[in-house]
């Protein structure tokens, strides 16, 4: 099949290389417009730097909606495959393709639905996730649902992590979609809507922990929001990052109070791991206490 491949983050890359290394012809990449970093060097999408590894055309728009109707037009696409892409499709577009577009998303549809659903998944204590091939909607992730894999989620498993799992296995599930579209076996089966979960995409401020909540919820806010937006408190003033920790039931001290590396939370204590201070590097807890007292101080 002929296929336009739309897409921008590192988890998009490996959908991209099965397409690359399929029988299928990749006509272009559609990909977010570059950004310009520190001291105005422009950077380009994962997606955009595996395309011209490959000398593929890349499409670039502000509003795919509005200017790249055109030239999707012209490419003539068979289907079209987006994998966190980071725009709305209009209807427009999602009429091109002969066979339609569909998307690769990181959750078992109809649950988590929206922008971050590896860290929401985390972040809720769900003990397994997946891959989900659906055919794309104009609603947010409400399309019919084409193919899903499942993964256990490890205990203490990051986010990073997580995310890692899930890109590994996205290329299978996304070329097994593909071969059911082509054969004509594929089975479009419509999304629970009473069963939908959506999550709103995270902020950084979403990482400050309330030391007044039970161990296990700071547990899934710092496992599920490492390494992005990073969970936190603040310590002397400035930004504490807590990487890894594990949680110790027990009578506590006031909520935020530390006494032998550990934190007082509701139910017990969390046991710091690995830390970072505003200013330093990260490290696990030995190495940071050689250099800072931690005992009697309140995390806010």
């Given at each position: ?30 990909t ?14 994962p ?12 499409l670039?728009?502000?509003?795919i ?9 012209a ?45 929401w ?36 498993e ?96 006031d ?46």
């Amino acid at each position: 099949m002929r296929i336009v491949f739309l897409g921008t983050p590192d988890f998009s890359v490996p959908c991209l290389d099965a397409l690359i290394n399929s029988k299928h012809e990749v006509l272009a990449v559609v990909t977010q417009p570059d950004k310009a970093r520190n001291r105005m060097v422009v950077s380009f999408s994962p997606v955009k730097e595996e395309a011209i590894k490959h000398n593929i055309k890349v499409l670039q728009y502000d509003k795919i909606r509005l200017q790249g109707v055109e030239d999707l037009k012209a490419l003539n696409p068979d289907l079209m495959v987006t994998c966190a892409y980071g725009q709305i499709i209009s209807q427009e577009i999602l009429d091109i393709p002969k066979y339609g577009v569909i998307n690769v998303h990181a959750s078992l549809l109809p649950k988590y639905r929206g922008s971050a659903p590896i860290q929401w998944a985390i972040l809720n204590g769900e003990k397994e996730t997946g891959i989900t091939i659906m055919q794309t909607a104009l609603g947010v992730d409400s399309g019919d649902i084409i193919l899903q894999e499942k993964i256990a989620i490890k205990e203490n498993e990051t986010a990073g992590e997580l995310f890692d799992d899930l890109a590994k296995i996205a290329p299978s599930v996304l070329m097994k979609a593909i071969d059911l579209i082509e054969s004509g076996k594929a089975t479009f089966t419509k999304q629970n809507e009473e069963e939908a979960t959506h999550f709103p995409m995270l902020k950084k401020e979403d990482g400050h922990i309330d030391w007044t909540q039970d161990g296990k919820t700071i547990i899934n806010k710092i496992y599920g929001l490492n390494p992005w937006p990073s969970a936190y408190s603040i310590l002397d003033g400035k930004i504490f990052k807590i990487y890894k920790a594990k949680f110790e039931e027990g009578n506590s001290l006031d909520f935020g109070t530390i006494k032998d590396n550990k934190v007082a939370c509701k139910g017990g204590y969390i046991q710091l791991q690995e830390v970072q201070i505003e200013g330093k590097k990260r490290m696990d807890i030995e190495e940071f206490t050689r250099g800072f007292k931690l005992d009697g101080q309140v995390l806010n």
